[in-house]
């Protein structure tokens, strides 16, 4: 059985948005976070804000240490907010796409804009731009190329999923509208065992979309969203990353343990404020998804051998 939680922040215990990258210089994994401030006193919603990117380090995703947070992303004084990063590595370039809002709100309210950035060790990060792909906010930027060659950005705005297409990851086109209905976030792409698939946070398990061509998308169900047994893990599946590694696939997600479904900012607590960072074994069973986050199995991630 899986270490659960597999991770969980030690300065501020809200570690959130997991992004699982190979650190080609460290050689090691790691897992780069919204540092949510669960241990804040804030009011209402203030502790999800004035976030850090938290950074953990482990050398096969089994054991994580935690590092500290990103430095250098500060493009103006005071105290901003930094969401669900996407790093994607092209080129001896990591490209960074993290959510940014300026200042600490109290409530869900503010501008939030997606900011690029670009290193060569994951470490030293170079504001290039402020996308210009919606007068709306966007959050939650995924990043996965398209069988053409262009970049593709899917992203949240509107509680629905956009897209914007890129020939070198710094200049984009708004596509517009990919998936909609239920409100979600956090969408994320991959391929595993044949197919492309999209999930997307419905705040109820993560939704699930197939594809075989990355333009047109199937429902194909709804994964995490009945309770774990383990330790920290007995309520849905928040806003996932998944990294494939050889033959298998495994969903990085986090879990509010201590939070009832429906609990309100009045009743909220360290308690119910503190998040767990959980992960999982994806499979693929007459074509459709499954996760059975009880199931045992054992976690190697290996080196990528290509992009």
């Known amino acids: 059985m899986m270490k659960s939680p597999l991770y969980r922040d030690p300065i501020y215990d809200g570690a959130a948005d997991p992004v699982v990258i190979w650190n080609r210089e460290a050689k090691k994994w790691w897992m780069i976070y919204t540092n949510r401030r669960a241990t804040a006193e804030d009011r209402l919603f203030a502790w999800v804000h004035g976030t850090d990117l938290g950074v953990a380090s482990s050398k096969d995703g089994n054991d994580w240490v935690y590092r500290g947070t990103l430095p250098g992303l500060d493009i103006e004084w005071g105290r901003n907010t930094f969401w669900a990063p996407e790093i994607y590595w092209h080129e001896g370039i990591y490209h960074m796409y993290v959510t940014y809002i300026q200042g600490v709100s109290e409530d869900w309210g503010g501008r939030a804009d997606m900011h690029h950035y670009t290193s060569p060790d994951l470490l030293n990060w170079t504001f290039q731009s402020r996308l210009n792909i919606s007068e709306r906010s ?37 596509v517009g509208l990919i998936i909609e209905g239920r409100g979600h976030e956090g969408p994320n792409v991959f391929r595993f065992k044949e197919y492309y698939w999209l999930i997307v946070d419905e705040w109820r398990g993560q939704g699930v979309y197939r594809s075989d061509d990355l333009i047109n998308w199937e429902r194909n169900g709804l994964i995490l969203d009945q309770p774990g047994t383990r330790e920290d893990d007995g309520t849905i599946g928040l806003h996932a990353d998944v990294v494939c590694s050889g ?28 998040s767990s960072i959980q992960v999982a074994q994806l499979d693929v069973v007459d074509g459709k998804l499954v996760c059975d986050r009880d199931r045992p199995f054992e976690l190697k991630l290996m080196p990528p051998t290509c992009e």
């Not at 939650?140 to 398209?146: K, N, P």
Request: proline share 6%; with cysteine.
């Open 138 to 174: 966007i959050i939650d930027a995924c990043i996965y190329r398209l069988p053409n060659g262009l970049f593709r950005m899917w992203f949240k705005e509107d509680n629905n999923t956009y897209a914007a297409d890129s020939k070198d990851l710094y200049h984009w086109e708004r």
């Open 247 to 274: 033959d298998e696939a495994y969903i990085f997600y986090f879990t509010h343990p201590e939070r009832l479904t429906g609990q309100e900012p009045p009743s909220y607590t360290y308690g119910t404020r503190r």
